[in-house]
C-alpha cells in the first residue's frame, strides 16, 4: 500500500538532485572579414552539430531485463526513492537493495524513504565492455529484474500508468522531478529501474511499479 503523502514528499526531494545534464551541441561560427568597418554587415556563417550518442550507444538493454555493457564506463549507483507501507501510510517499511556490476551482488541502499538521499553516489565502479548488470530489492521476497515487477525506463521513455480499477496511480507524482510532458526527462546516459515489491495483482491500485525507485548513470571511459 502506498500513499501520496510519502510519495509526493519524496518527488520534491528528489528535485535535489541533477538527472545528467544533456550533452550540449557544438558548432562553428566564422565572417568572411577579420576586421569590418563601421556600419557594414559583414557575412556569417555557422554550423551546429548536435550529439547523437545515446544510453542505446553504452549498453543493451535486454527483453529479459539484463543491461550488458557495450563499452568500458563507470556506473554511478543512486537510491532516487522508496515508499512501502501496509497500513495506509501509518508505518513505513524497510527495503535492501543490491546490484550487480559482473563481481556478484552488492548492498547499496538498506532503509525506509526517510532515509534516502537521491544525491548520493552510494556506489561507484568502472566496469568493462561486456558486463551484465543486474538489479535486484527486497521488502518480504527478492524481486529481481528478470521478473514483471520490475522495469528498465530511460530518456524519453513514457512510465507505464499501473492503473487499477479505481484509476489510482501514484507514478507521476512520485517522477515528477523526471517527467517533462509525461515522459521521462534524464540524461542521455541515464536508467532507472521501477520496481514493485508488494503486488503481483496487476489490476490493483497498490500495483504500480514505485515501490523502489534507482537511478544508474553511465560515463564511458577511454
Known amino acids: 500500500m502506498k500513499t501520496s ?27 568572411n572579414h577579420k576586421t569590418v568597418i563601421s556600419g557594414s554587415l559583414p557575412t556569417l556563417t555557422y554550423s551546429v ?7 542505446d550507444n553504452i549498453v543493451t538493454i535486454k527483453s529479459g531485463g539484463d543491461v550488458v555493457t557495450k563499452n568500458k564506463v563507470r556506473v554511478d549507483v543512486y537510491m532516487l526513492g522508496t ?19 559482473g563481481n556478484g551482488y552488492q548492498d547499496f541502499f538498506t ?8 544525491s548520493d ?7 568493462p565492455a561486456g558486463t551484465k548488470i543486474n538489479f535486484r530489492a527486497y521488502y518480504t521476497a527478492w524481486i529481481d529484474n528478470k521478473s514483471e515487477q520490475v522495469i528498465v ?5 513514457a512510465p507505464p500508468a499501473q492503473l487499477g480499477k479505481n484509476g489510482a496511480t501514484y507514478q507521476e507524482n512520485y517522477l515528477s ?10 540524461g ?5 529501474y521501477c520496481a514493485e515489491l508488494t503486488h503481483t495483482d496487476k489490476s490493483s491500485s497498490g500495483y504500480d511499479l514505485q515501490d523502489c525507485i534507482v537511478l544508474l548513470r553511465f560515463t564511458e571511459l577511454d
Open 5 to 31: 503523502i510519502s510519495v509526493t514528499v519524496l518527488a520534491a526531494a528528489m528535485t535535489t538532485l541533477v538527472i545528467g545534464d544533456p550533452q550540449p551541441p557544438v558548432g562553428t561560427l566564422t565572417a
Open 49 to 55: 552539430t548536435h550529439p547523437s550518442r545515446d544510453i
Open 83 to 101: 515508499s512501502v507501507s501496509t497500513d495506509f501510510g501509518q508505518t513505513q517499511h524497510e527495503i535492501t537493495t543490491q546490484i550487480n556490476l
Open 111 to 118: 532503509g525506509k524513504g526517510k532515509d534516502v538521499v537521491p
Open 121 to 127: 553516489i552510494l556506489i561507484s565502479d568502472v566496469v
Open 153 to 157: 525506463l530511460k530518456d524519453d521513455d
Open 177 to 186: 522531478g523526471l517527467l517533462r510532458n509525461s515522459k521521462l526527462d534524464m
Open 188 to 192: 542521455p546516459f541515464d536508467l532507472i
